[in-house]
């Protein structure tokens, strides 16, 4: 962990339920604080998903505010397993203070015809240097 590092967690679901395709919000954590140019945020954590069988993948992003905010880090994308826990993890450097702000882990089925489940979130965000 880095020094002087701020921990922040959810274990909360913000979305039970994946409509087929639609990029969905499944954890928010609010109020991160990075204050100090340089610093590093990082965004890690496990998300249970029951996948229709027809769903042939798994994206997951973090933005900030909102499922069409400014998105942070890369998508990260798996081949579908019907019923499994993914791992994600998402770092940045600050290239200024930002202040204050809410991030979202979003979830993206890829083919589905039918609804995706939530079944479990883990999200942590450390800010450090």
Same mark, same amino acid.
């Given at each position: 962990?880095?020094?002087?590092?701020?921990? @922040?967690?959810?274990? =909360?679901?913000?979305?039970?339920?994946?409509?087929?395709?639609?990029?969905? /919000?499944? *954890?928010? /954590?609010?109020?991160?604080?990075?204050?100090? @140019? #340089?610093?590093?945020? $990082?965004?890690? %954590?496990?998300?249970?998903?029951?996948?229709? +069988?027809? =769903?042939? %993948?798994? =994206?997951?992003?973090? $933005? $900030?505010?909102?499922?069409? #905010?400014?998105?942070?880090? =890369?998508?990260?994308?798996?081949?579908? /397993?019907? *019923?499994?826990?993914?791992?994600?993890?998402?770092?940045? /450097? *600050?290239?200024?203070?930002? #202040?204050?702000?809410? @991030?979202?882990?979003?979830?993206?089925?890829?083919?589905?015809?039918?609804?995706?489940?939530? +079944? +479990?979130?883990?999200?942590? *965000?450390?800010? #450090?240097?």
């Amino acid at each position: 962990m880095p020094a002087n590092a701020q921990v @922040y967690q959810t274990t =909360s679901i913000t979305n039970a339920t994946i409509v087929t395709t639609a990029e969905t /919000i499944v *954890a928010t /954590i609010p109020s991160v604080n990075i204050d100090t @140019y #340089g610093y590093v945020l $990082r965004i890690d %954590g496990m998300i249970a998903l029951t996948t229709p +069988a027809d =769903s042939t %993948g798994v =994206s997951f992003k973090v $933005r $900030r505010n909102t499922v069409t #905010g400014t998105q942070v880090g =890369s998508t990260i994308t798996y081949p579908t /397993i019907a *019923a499994v826990a993914y791992a994600f993890d998402v770092s940045v /450097i *600050a290239a200024q203070p930002v #202040g204050q702000h809410t @991030y979202v882990i979003t979830v993206t089925v890829a083919d589905a015809s039918a609804n995706t489940t939530v +079944a +479990a979130v883990v999200v942590t *965000a450390t800010v #450090g240097n």
